[in-house]
């Protein structure tokens, strides 16, 4: 719609934007198409959020975007220049073998892994010459993983993850993306967001909706007070009913409820500015509020 166009647009001209994005309105489908497009001209993006599910959503609203781009989006998937890295938790994201190249080998490793590190716990600390054995093997696996992870993450045009990998995956902390893209950054604490955002050479777009639930941290420090209750939203100064700010684009078509159950969050939170563009459906019949919209 005309909002996420004028979003999108903002987006790919400014170095940083704050993507305002209410309940409804299409932000990670708007996100879907903007990484398509950063990646379809040649430009790496780095896309993270706070948690596993929300980074599966931006993945699965990617493959939309690149499969309807035609031959050289879905080149993009096939050759494996598309990364879901981490831990998926989505069915639909892990049965998807092309956000995962090479994903046979690194099982494999990481398979033998694991059961070299179970045979080290079981071995007694008499046996040295059989632990030092092992300790090699446990190094050589741990670097081929590493090596392994390096040449995915140098290869591809897209890397989806959680903030947290972004801060301690060395083979993506240590390189850098044209684009940084946080999804509900409106949840997630500040230094997450700078460590992400970091990433980001040429622009930065910050998504989320501040009218909903912040950052959760259980520390009453004053540091923790600045740093870890706030959003990136707050930070730069964009708040309240009619925030004001240069760099904030706002999704202001809602496609997810009745006009009537809309109106019960339009004002309140979102001043008015949210429109209405769902196909008034047959009220149900149901008890207690038979002929409404909300029952």
Known sequence: DDTQLDALHSCLR????????????????????????????????????????????MALHLLRALESAGEEGVALLNEGRIIRFGHPRDPAVTAEPRLFPNKTEVQRLRKALHEAQQKLRELSEGEAELRAKLQHEILQLKSQLRNLTKVLIDNARIVLTTAVQTCIEPAIGERSFDVAVLDEASMMPIPYVMCVGA???????????????GPIALSRTAAAYRWLHKDAFELAGIRGDFPQH????????????????????NEPFYGGGLRT???????????????EPAV
Do not use: E, Y
């Open 14 to 57: 400014h170095d940083i934007t704050f993507l305002w994005g209410p309940p409804g309105t299409g932000k990670t489908h708007t996100l879907g198409r903007l990484m398509a497009s950063a990646a379809l001209s040649g430009r790496r993006v780095i896309a993270a959020a706070i948690s596993n599910i929300a980074v599966d959503q």
């Open 199 to 213: 990433l980001g050479r040429d622009q930065v777009i910050i998504t989320g909706d501040f009218r909903q639930l």
């Open 246 to 265: 240069r760099a904030l684009a706002m999704l202001k078509v809602q496609r997810r409820m009745d006009q009537a159950i809309c109106s019960l969050i």
């Open 277 to 291: 563009a769902t196909i008034p459906q047959s009220s149900s019949l149901l008890s207690p509020l038979p002929g």
